[in-house]
């Protein structure tokens, strides 16, 4: 397709939205976001302070409020997780700086291959009759097992290291939570899917406020690969996440992690837990960043439905490829066409 609009990584929006005092977006950035959000009071939240405790009865209202949120609505608002405010708000500004630096900075890391351990740009997706440009930068680097980090702003690296791996210890706490809500062995996830070594993105998104967030989006809807993903961001509201065929913004408490499952998460419980599809959309007023932390098995690992639930089921609904290479076939098809969780489904001849 020749694209009519300057290639994607000609394009920080951050250097767009301050380029001019732009009234109107340019038109191809126009999306239509339909239906918008609405608010819901009842989103779930976790207590991971619950989930530690010695106190039975604690212990196992923890596990039903996350079997329920996982069930209901692949997303739940985390409390009480232990990481320290300060780390959360040192990784916030971390990343902002990162979009702070010179674009020729940010532009060493281009794309280039899907396979690339830092990516730094804008984004694409599949319009209704064209290519549509979005309302936000991005930085993704691999983190675990490898740390990979770009090397300015200089403390980023440490940072990120160090947050990774306070979201490895919730993350491998809320899988035995899980483990145990599906009846499986307990340590029978860890082993499987090698979470010692396990996968880990930091992605960053950068949302310049917009003249028309009506017209355009910040990240058109979608579902992670990955297990869990943790997202926090500054204070400024912009995820929403789909539930019963709607739109709802996932609000929350200051400090709090919002936690969505995700596609490898639904292949491994055999379609039990399904990948909550979400988007992020932008506003007049404020920059908004997100910092997220998407988690996976160790990234060799041909991740299939747990062979406990298939026994359970009489047949896997999902088939299986090794968890890198269906990163890394989202990461450069990620808002275009049919999701990778779709090809994976097995359809049932029989019916
Ligand atoms: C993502 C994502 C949402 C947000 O990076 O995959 O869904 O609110 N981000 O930034
Ligand atoms: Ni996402």
């Known amino acids: ?150 090397d300015k702003p200089p403390h980023l690296r440490d940072i990120v290291a160090e947050y990774a791996e306070k979201c490895r210890f919730l993350l491998r706490k809320l899988l035995q939570g899980i483990s145990e809500n599906l009846e499986l062995e307990a340590g029978s996830m860890d082993e499987t899917l090698n979470l010692d070594s396990c996968y880990q993105l930091y992605a960053t998104n950068f949302y310049p406020p917009c003249p028309q967030p009506d017209q355009t989006i910040g990240i058109p809807s979608h579902t992670d690969p990955g297990l869990l993903t943790f997202l926090i961001h500054n204070g400024v509201a912009g995820l929403q996440i789909q539930h019963n065929g709607e739109w ?38 404020k920059v908004r960043i997100s910092v997220v932390v998407a988690s996976g098995p160790e990234p060799s690992v041909i991740v299939s439905p747990c062979e406990e639930l298939v026994r359970r089921d009489g047949r896997a609904l999902y088939g299986s490829m090794k968890f890198i290479e269906y990163v890394e076939t989202q990461l450069s098809s990620r808002y275009d066409g049919k999701s990778n969780l779709e090809c994976m489904k097995i359809q049932d001849n029989q019916e």
């Not at 639904?266 to 959309?281: L, P, Q, W």
């Open 1 to 150: 397709m020749a694209p009519t609009a300057p290639l994607v990584e000609d394009v920080s929006i951050k250097e767009l939205a301050n380029s001019s005092d732009i009234k109107a977006i340019p038109s191809h950035f126009k999306f239509v976001v339909d239906p918008q959000g609405s608010i819901s009071d009842s989103l779930p939240i976790v207590d991971f302070s619950l989930l530690l405790s010695d106190d039975a009865d604690q212990r196992s209202q923890a596990l039903k409020d996350l079997a329920k949120a996982c069930e209901e609505w692949g997303f739940f608002v985390l409390i009480n997780h232990g990481i320290p405010e300060s780390l959360m708000k040192a990784i916030v500004d971390a990343s902002l700086e990162f979009f702070d630096l010179p674009l020729e900075e940010r532009r060493r890391y281009e794309p280039k291959s899907a396979s690339d351990p830092i990516k730094a740009g804008a984004g694409t997706a599949n319009g209704a009759d064209h290519k549509v440009f979005l309302w936000r930068d991005f930085m993704k680097s691999y983190v675990h097992p490898i740390l990979y980090c770009p």
């Open 248 to 285: 709802f913004h996932a609000t929350s408490p200051p400090n709090a992690i919002l936690v969505n499952t995700a596609d490898h998460l639904e292949i491994f419980s055999n379609g039990r837990y399904k990948s909550v599809k979400h988007r992020a959309v932008v506003n007049t007023e």
